[in-house]
């Protein structure tokens, strides 16, 4: 168990409609990250929240957006889904947020979204 | 654009035999970090190598990094079905606002008992 926390873990949906993936980081963690993987493509860095204020961005979809709280947990938001949208969505937190990710990155255990 | 590449995408070995993935990059990488992900489960943080020819072990794996700090590479010794995932490599490359963390598609690892 690395301490993060994700929700839903199963989301199923039809194409168009709009979800929202949400995730706790470790606690003392200020860094969140949000990753996409589908089966062919590896794990796609989305982007990267720290301490509230975006800091990296990644090969994210104008369709997608996602922010960090006060208390630091973070959603990602997905509209007009798509079915190219089915993959596991992992969120990671680290205790910093050097840009670029350097840090140790402790994953959640994913929210694995269909699109049907 | 900046690309890691790992090789091979695949490999199967019988319970035993020593098993290696090479991770190459087009730039050179301030760091590389290596993370293992069992099937059905996420990414866990191996190891992180920083320094030119660097080489780390933690038991049976043997990590290192390239002189030119642009390939790194993963060798288990004796592999045993524990070892089966992904492991997937992660370099930092490019400076202050251009640094960026870049992954390799990862190696499956299947290991015949």
């Known amino acids: 168990d690395s301490g993060v926390t994700q929700t839903p873990k199963h989301l199923i949906t039809a194409t168009g409609q709009r979800v929202t993936l949400r995730c706790s980081p470790r606690s003392g963690d200020l860094s969140v990250y949000w990753y996409q993987q589908s089966l062919d493509q590896g794990l796609q860095f989305l982007i990267q929240y720290y301490n509230g204020e975006e800091r990296a961005k990644g090969n994210i979809l104008e369709r997608f957006s996602a922010q960090q709280f006060p208390d630091l947990h973070s959603e990602l938001n997905l509209s007009s889904l798509e079915l190219g949208d089915s993959a596991l969505y992992f969120c990671?937190?680290?205790?910093?947020?050097?840009?670029?990710?350097?840090?140790?990155?402790?994953f959640g255990p994913g929210t694995r979204l269909t699109v049907l | 654009g900046q690309q890691v590449m790992q090789i091979p995408q695949y490999q199967h070995v019988q319970e035993g035999e020593d098993f290696t993935t090479y991770c190459n990059s087009s730039?050179?990488?301030?760091?590389i970090q290596w993370y293992k992900q069992r099937p059905g489960g996420h990414p866990v943080f191996l190891i992180q190598l920083v320094k030119s020819g660097e080489v780390k072990k933690q038991k049976r794996l043997t990590f290192q990094f390239g002189e030119a700090k642009k390939n790194s590479s993963l060798h288990i010794t004796a592999t045993q079905t524990t070892d089966v995932g992904t492991y997937f490599c992660a370099g930092t490359s490019g400076a202050g606002n251009n640094r960026k963390l870049i992954w390799g598609l990862g190696t499956s690892l299947a290991v015949n008992p």
């Open positions: 990671a937190s680290s205790v910093r947020g050097r840009r670029g990710g350097t840090d140790t990155q402790y």
């Open positions: 730039t050179t990488l301030s760091n």
